[in-house]
């Protein structure tokens, strides 16, 4: 079977799972058992969670710079696209469902709604990203920083999207709509890294001089992959706020940017799969400590899951002091490492596994191995 | 074909270079040597752009190049085995051989390269497959020079390609620079290791302190009652 008939007969079953899926939570559900609304919340929030882990990696995992501030850029997908929803929306998807119904109405309203997220987040990526990553070094992390809390700032004194009081926005979004464009982020993310732009995004994290010296523009493929990964933030936004339908800016608190990079840290900077892995674990463990029953600190009653805070630190303690390059590391969780399991040409080191030993006697067979050889 | 005239290079308010002029004509190797924190590396990156020089020009075949962006050398011919070798540690062999011929289209072309690095350095065909920061030093170094003629330059850049590796790869380091220049390749080699260096070159040029304090042909510097003493050690 060519590819192309295999990647549309996957993305066709895919589609049909998701519906699947989608029809099992709505309310009646199918055959009767439908998913209640809380699991299908948890579910909903992971897909968002695993679009904003997956695209953060681009840029923090594959490309080694340091932004800290997705949450800015979700908010800008999330309030651009609500802003034209809420004035602009009721009004398009009347007059388009006059002509073609209303469900191809909504979808071709809400297709806008995330092009203007995505596009909004990518130019402000594009102007936080190009005075920031011209240097190298951690400017970024302290610009991104500042930018996602000078958004939320801003964004809670503009009345027009609520301001302070919130913001109600239709619900457009669901289950297909955020699994789906879950996938197409996995997908888009994997393409790239596999590219040729993709090596040289590994190389800028491998050795940023040595890159530039091989006659990579740097700077330009650091912008490139920044504004990517902020526009599929915006996306992330985009889906959250319709599926919310209601924006407060406590949404996107410094907090929020933080969880996502503890998905990353946790699963592996550098690997897609790992991000996955990060955005399930961190989106449900909440939801787990939310279960224990609450317990008594110093005469007042806490939940656990308002430790989660604490958790979350001790849970990247532990990391750091345990496994530093995340559980999955560089590598991607599937079957092929078993197969690729490295083996080793015969009397080869890494580098530093025998520290002090010259090269020159490490390469050749010493005395003693020799001597052992004869004896066996 | 690289010509420094009177450059001078700072680090904020700290001078690193004063005034040094020098040139490589094709087909020479030229070294310069110096003790550790003498500005070898410095000299180096003014040349291939990451430094912008206070003072003085740098032409490459009659082109201004002081100050221009680094990557766009490559284009030009200019290549570079950075200090510390800048291996890209979690790639394979062959892919940061790939890296190195980036600028480049030919599949074919590339192909050719890549056998020719591996003739070159038997050690990476062995290892064509391991990440970069699986290999030894002298492997790495092999593989910083290999990927550096990857993208087939006419200027090649070398910084302190001996470095901390033993005699015996220190050795197959320069037969590898000597197969380098007869294939038509002009190198500039920076080094502390002054003994190899002035055997394996044409012309030499003596740094200390930032500024070049001798030069000549390498055989007559390495006779130089001066140079014996400050840099062989006899
Ligand atoms: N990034 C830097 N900032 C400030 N000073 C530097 C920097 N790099 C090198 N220097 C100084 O410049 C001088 C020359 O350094 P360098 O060119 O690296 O010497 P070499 O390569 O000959 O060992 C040294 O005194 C060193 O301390
Ligand atoms: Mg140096």
Known sequence: MPTFVKRIVGAVVIILLLYFVYMMMSEEGLFGFGIGAYPADVLMLIFVNIILAVSLNLINGFTGQFSIGHAGFMAIGAYTSAYTTVYHGQHLERWLAASIGETPAIAIVFLIAILVGALAAATMGLIVGIPSLRLRGDYLAIVTLGFAEIIRIVILNIDVVGGATGFSVPGYSNFIWVGGFAIITIIVIRNIVRSDMGRALISIREDELASEAMGINTTRYKVIAFVISSSFAGVAGVLFAHYKKFLHTNDFQFIRSFEVIIMIVLGGMGSITGSILGAIVITVLPELLRQLPTINLFGSTVNFADLRLVIYALLLIGIILTRPQGVLGHHEFGLNWLKRAQKRPEGDEPIGASKGVPIAERDAPTADSAKEAKNQ | ?234
């Open chain 2, 1 to 234: 074909m690289l010509v420094l005239e009177n450059v001078s290079v700072n680090y904020g308010a700290i001078e690193a270079l004063t005034s040094i002029s020098m040139r490589v004509e094709k087909g020479e190797v030229v070294t310069l040597i110096g003790a550790n924190g003498a500005g070898k590396t410095t000299t180096l990156r003014t040349i291939t752009g990451l430094l912008e020089p206070r003072e003085g020009r740098v032409t490459f075949e009659g082109e201004e190049i002081g100050g221009k962006p680094t990557h766009k050398l490559v284009a030009r011919g200019i290549s570079m085995s950075p200090e510390g070798r800048g291996v890209f540690a979690n790639l394979t062999v062959r892919e940061n051989l790939q890296m190195g011929a980036y600028l480049k289209k030919n599949k074919r072309e590339i192909a050719k390269d890549m056998e020719r690095a591996f003739t070159m350095f038997p050690r990476l065909k062995e290892r064509e497959s391991q990440k970069a920061g699986t290999l030894s030093g002298g492997e790495q170094q092999m593989l910083a020079i290999g990927r550096a003629l990857m993208s087939r330059p006419r200027l090649l850049l070398l910084d302190e390609p001996s470095l901390g590796l033993a005699p015996l790869v220190v050795h197959t380091i320069f037969e590898a620079i000597d197969e380098i220049r007869s294939e038509g390749t002009t190198i500039l080699l920076v080094e502390q290791n002054a003994h190899a260096a002035l055997k394996h070159s044409d012309r030499a040029y003596v740094l200390e302190t930032g500024q070049i304090v001798m030069e000549g042909p390498s055989k007559d510097l390495a006779a130089d009652p001066r140079i014996k003493e400050a840099y062989l050690g006899e």
